[in-house]
């Protein structure tokens, strides 16, 4: 990794790229600090939260407990993007844009989840503004007025900034900038696990506790690493054939397929899907956690993600959907970035064939099945490595690991994805110069 890094540094073009989203990180932390207008500072809690608000405060790297323009992250994009998705299952011409995948189509799609962000960030923004009335010199219409477009005109710049990180920059813009809000968050809970050791007195059982703690967090990023590069290789050979007076092809190649070919974006979905009941039903009901009725028991579902106060029937229940959602957007994200009938016609038309197999309807059925066995295998991954720390804390070991699998297979997922792109960025850049 390190040699990846000191080659991009050496490569003009790939610094530009790594320096220019260093560039848009430090402004989107910059925004973390930025409060929206009219907040009584001697009234806001910028402490620790838990349950929904602490997922949603770690998700944002601390805006979210500062209320600060960035508060409600890019959590409004994920979700439009989710819907949109969803909606091209059972809307015709949606589904047509979305299966055709060219440039135009793809445009339309962006601009159609931009139009929705933009609804659920306004009404986002003004259930956040009803649940800390309270912390405004003024509240009022002109005060909500201004703080809503302030959440608003926040999440359209964090659109902005991971579109120009994807495009101009390295690696998922999106993605990138959950990983930095999550990095940001590593102080306090390293600060949290030395407090358990050397807290009033020091305490050898707690000790050993945070030693198994930090054992159990580096045998899992050993996991994640292990499964993020294994992959599968298809044998591919081509033909020899004439082309004018030289014969060409004859070549044997591969296909490398992931196990967890499509990333940390199904834990990224699921999350916020999971996540996103409590929101609501915490915006519109701030005291929904201390009643009860059929909404008490779906905000406890819903916040067992991030929570290890609710009771273990809903965290077993919330583990369930969660590897259902999973596995879920596992299938749905691998199968929009690999189509098995667009290889197999690219083999045929190419002279190739997968030895054993026959071409075309043949090599597609065996490439779905191939794909079908490695998501199911990444996916299932995924989700239990997500779901352990959340049924782990319900045991008394003396720390909060809810959210933890999750936020480790993002921080390294995201990591993995960057070291990847940056390594190819420099290889692309060495062949170019070499053949100019």
Same mark, same amino acid.
């Given at each position: 990794?390190?040699?990846?890094?000191?080659?991009?540094?050496?490569?003009?073009?790939?610094?530009?790229?790594?320096?220019?989203?260093?560039?848009?990180?430090?402004?989107?932390?910059?925004?973390?600090?930025?409060?929206?207008?009219?907040?009584?500072?001697?009234?806001?809690?910028?402490?620790?939260?838990?349950?929904?608000?602490?997922?949603?405060?770690?998700?944002?790297?601390?805006?979210?407990?500062?209320?600060?323009?960035?508060?409600?992250?890019?959590?409004?994009?994920?979700?439009?993007?989710?819907?949109?998705?969803?909606?091209?299952?059972?809307?015709?011409?949606?589904?047509?844009?979305?299966?055709?995948?060219?440039?135009?189509?793809?445009?339309?799609?962006?601009?159609?989840?931009?139009?929705?962000?933009?609804?659920?960030?306004?009404?986002?923004?003004?259930?956040?503004?009803?649940?800390?009335?309270?912390?405004?010199?003024?509240?009022?219409?002109?005060?909500?007025?201004?703080?809503?477009?302030?959440?608003?005109?926040?999440?359209?710049?964090?659109?902005?900034?991971?579109?120009?990180?994807?495009?101009?920059?390295?690696?998922?813009?999106?993605?990138?900038?959950?990983?930095?809000?999550?990095?940001?968050?590593?102080?306090?809970?390293?600060?949290?696990?030395? #407090?358990?050791?050397?807290? +009033?007195?020091?305490?050898? !059982? /707690?000790?050993?506790?945070?030693? =198994? $703690?930090?054992? @159990?967090?580096?045998?899992?990023?050993?996991?994640?690493?292990?499964?993020?590069?294994?992959?599968?290789?298809?044998?591919?050979?081509?033909?020899?054939?004439?082309?004018?007076?030289?014969?060409?092809?004859?070549?044997?190649?591969?296909?490398?397929?992931?196990?967890?070919?499509?990333?940390?974006?199904?834990?990224?979905?699921?999350?916020?899907?999971?996540?996103?009941?409590?929101?609501?039903?915490?915006?519109?009901?701030?005291?929904?956690?201390?009643?009860?009725?059929?909404?008490?028991?779906?905000?406890?579902?819903?916040?067992?993600?991030?929570?290890?106060?609710?009771?273990?029937?809903?965290?077993?229940?919330?583990?369930?959907?969660?590897?259902?959602?999973?596995?879920?957007?596992?299938?749905?994200?691998?199968?929009?970035?690999? #189509?098995?009938?667009?290889? +197999?016609?690219?083999?045929? !038309? /190419?002279?190739?064939?997968?030895? =054993? $197999?026959?071409? @075309?309807?043949?090599?597609?059925?065996?490439?779905?099945?191939?794909?079908?066995?490695?998501?199911?295998?990444?996916?299932?991954?995924?989700?239990?490595?997500?779901?352990?720390?959340?049924?782990?804390?319900?045991?008394?070991?003396?720390?909060?690991?809810?959210?933890?699998?999750?936020?480790?297979?993002?921080?390294?997922?995201?990591?993995?994805?960057?070291?990847?792109?940056?390594?190819?960025?420099?290889?692309?850049?060495?062949?170019?110069?070499?053949?100019?």
């Amino acid at each position: 990794m390190f040699n990846t890094i000191k080659n991009a540094l050496k490569t003009p073009d790939v610094r530009k790229r790594l320096l220019f989203t260093l560039l848009l990180i430090v402004v989107f932390r910059l925004g973390c600090f930025i409060s929206v207008p009219g907040i009584d500072p001697s009234l806001l809690q910028t402490g620790e939260s838990d349950g929904i608000k602490g997922l949603i405060n770690l998700l944002t790297g601390g805006a979210f407990t500062r209320l600060s323009i960035f508060a409600m992250s890019i959590t409004p994009y994920i979700t439009a993007s989710i819907v949109i998705q969803l909606l091209g299952m059972v809307i015709p011409a949606l589904e047509k844009l979305t299966k055709e995948g060219g440039e135009l189509e793809r445009a339309k799609i962006n601009r159609y989840t931009k139009i929705l962000t933009l609804f659920l960030s306004l009404a986002e923004g003004i259930g956040i503004y009803l649940m800390y009335r309270s912390v405004f010199v003024n509240p009022g219409p002109l005060t909500g007025f201004l703080v809503v477009l302030s959440f608003m005109t926040g999440t359209a710049i964090l659109m902005w900034l991971g579109e120009q990180i994807t495009s101009k920059g390295i690696g998922n813009g999106i993605s990138m900038l959950i990983f930095v809000g999550i990095i940001a968050g590593l102080g306090n809970g390293a600060r949290s696990l030395y #407090n358990t050791v050397f807290g +009033s007195t020091f305490d050898t !059982k /707690n000790l050993l506790l945070v030693l =198994g $703690i930090i054992l @159990g967090i580096v045998l899992l990023i050993a996991a994640v690493v292990f499964v993020q590069q294994a992959e599968r290789r298809i044998p591919v050979q081509y033909s020899k054939k004439v082309v004018g007076r030289k014969m060409v092809g004859g070549q044997n190649t591969h296909i490398p397929l992931k196990l967890a070919m499509a990333g940390v974006m199904p834990i990224i979905f699921a999350s916020s899907f999971m996540t996103f009941p409590a929101m609501v039903l915490q915006l519109i009901n701030p005291n929904i956690a201390s009643q009860s009725g059929f909404w008490h028991v779906i905000y406890n579902v819903s916040i067992a993600t991030s929570s290890s106060d609710v009771s273990i029937k809903y965290t077993i229940a919330n583990a369930i959907i969660y590897l259902i959602l999973i596995v879920g957007f596992t299938f749905f994200y691998t199968y929009a970035t690999f #189509n098995p009938a667009e290889i +197999s016609s690219s083999i045929k !038309k /190419n002279g190739g064939f997968i030895p =054993g $197999i026959r071409t @075309g309807k043949s090599t597609t059925e065996y490439l779905s099945s191939v794909i079908t066995k490695l998501t199911v295998f990444g996916g299932l991954f995924l989700a239990i490595i997500a779901i352990i720390p959340m049924l782990f804390s319900h045991f008394p070991i003396g720390a909060n690991l809810a959210f933890g699998g999750t936020s480790i297979l993002i921080v390294v997922g995201v990591a993995l994805e960057t070291v990847q792109q940056l390594e190819s960025q420099v290889v692309m850049k060495h062949y170019k110069g070499f053949l100019e």
